[in-house]
């Protein structure tokens, strides 16, 4: 344009600086300032507000305060594009600071204003100041717009009041971006099946869904390990042509390695027609948490051969798959890489990893060290790396010091004195397990239930230990009988080692042979044709004799059994599992 000696008007720069800022190129939006800088036109309300805009958008939020605070009496879309600046580059607590300065001023805020500052308090997760957004939003006619709603319901999903977001949305006008808010909130609350109802009550009120909804369905999916439901939603996707989406493939990869189908992940990773950060995390990730911790590294490399940065996020899922397989020392080289060769500060969750890695490896005291050179203080998480790993190798000593730290943090932290008392049984120190235990008691605090799940044809079916409830009781105690019979004729001894409570060896065997993990895989034998996966889930990690005895299960029946525990998942095939006995 200026080469055909046309000159800009007032109305050319924020088309411009809009389109510097969708590329994030802040070079050319400098350069764009100069000009107008030059011209005399800085000043200008639009263009100053574009300018604002364009600069939030590639990250220089202080420049961007500086060209709003020249710019003499702001515009409500001025202190807009100021609020969602802050909002956008992490800082809203200065956004809700801004939006009070606005209304001080005098200036109205207009629907988009109250569209960015419920995304603010969505930030936030203030529902405090959400609510005081909303009832701003009635009182000047606002709540009619679809945007504005759909923003509220959105704040409301990410501040956990589903209730008050799905009155909203019951009453409002609703469209594509309005469900997606109502899935997106039950998802994030762990409501994940009732974010797959709405997808079909979605379809019935004849709305389209787009990217957005499917990566929050696929989440849902992965969320509770709903292998049926997730290829059900992959082959939404593909009618959809939306399967070639980045985030979408990139949520598909998350989702099937999350319900224990790698091989499907692998391979819809590898048909992607693009990928980016997201997409290679998310199988890096999913590498890891199948125990396939050389393939993880692997990949690793190809990422970066790909011309892909890693992240801090990326990270994580390399130490994590360093830690399953006991790479101690290349975890070290990527610690030490991530730092040096990448620039990445690391987080706790980069240290909780190291303290993980040489845990259980049973480096107890480098991992002790590790954690007295972090560069702040550690937290809960931390020290229950190091109690997990104590317990594991029986160090009593550093065990009792973990969880002397973990109570000083969180003094009603019941999964540590669970793990203490554990330790103290493994030890035979039937005694201090006990007074541990009586302690939880005289607090009120009770231990987490232990419960496997198992899917079949899209029905959740939850057992306890020992439980007697299902329907189909007496055939799956009737199959694990048959089961143990056979395993013990193939070798197998229970482990009453595991049986952390001073009783009857008789007892023990009884209390291991029935624990929930046994009768989903029972369950899944009967009620699961051969040849059709098989995924249990438990909530806890997995019972090491119940460990030993699904590899054994695994060959006498000729099928592939998966366990997702606490931890990672297991891939138990002829007698062998993929963790290779290192969990």
Known sequence: MKSAGIEPSQFTYPSVLSACASLGALKQVVEIHKHIFDIGLELDIFIGSALIDAYAKCGSIQVARDVFNRIPEPSCVSWT??????????????ALKLFCEMQQTGVRPNPFTFTTIATTCAALTSLEHGLQVHNQVIKMGYESDVYVSSSLVDMYGKCASLEDAQKLFNKMDKNVISWNAMIAGFVQNGNNVE????FFQMKVAGIKPNEVTFTS?????AGFVALEKGSEIHNHTIKTGLELDVYVGSALVDMYAKCGSIQKAHHVFYNMPQRNEVS????????????SGEAALQLFE?????????NSITFISVLSACSHVGLVDEGHHYFNSMIKDHNITPTIDHYA?????????????????MINNMPFEPSTIVWQTLLGACRNHGNMELGQYAAKCILELEPKDAATYVLLSNTYALARRWDNAQMVRKLMNEKGLKKETGYSWIQVQSKVHKFMARDTSHPQTDKIYAKLDELTTLIKMAGYVPDTNFVLYDVEEQQKERFVCYHSERLAIAFG????????????????????????????ISKIVGRELVVR????FHHFKDGMCSCGDYW
């Open 81 to 94: 594009a100021m609020i969602a600046g802050y909002t956008q580059n992490g800082n809203s607590g200065e």
């Open 353 to 369: 990893c190291m303290v993980d890695l040489l845990g259980r490896a049973g480096r107890l005291e480098d991992a002790m060290d």
């Open 525 to 552: 034998l009967i009620n699961i044709p051969f040849g059709m996966p098989m995924v249990i889930v438990k909530n806890l990690r997995i019972c090491g004799d119940c460990h030993i005895a699904t590899k054994f």
């Open 565 to 568: 525990d606490a931890n990672r």
């Open 302 to 310: 190809e990422m970066q051969h790909a011309g892909i940065m890693p």
């Open 195 to 198: 974010a797959l109802n709405f």
């Open 280 to 291: 290679w995390n998310a199988m890096i990730a999913g590498y890891a948490q199948h125990g």
């Open 217 to 221: 369905l696929l989440k849902a999916c």
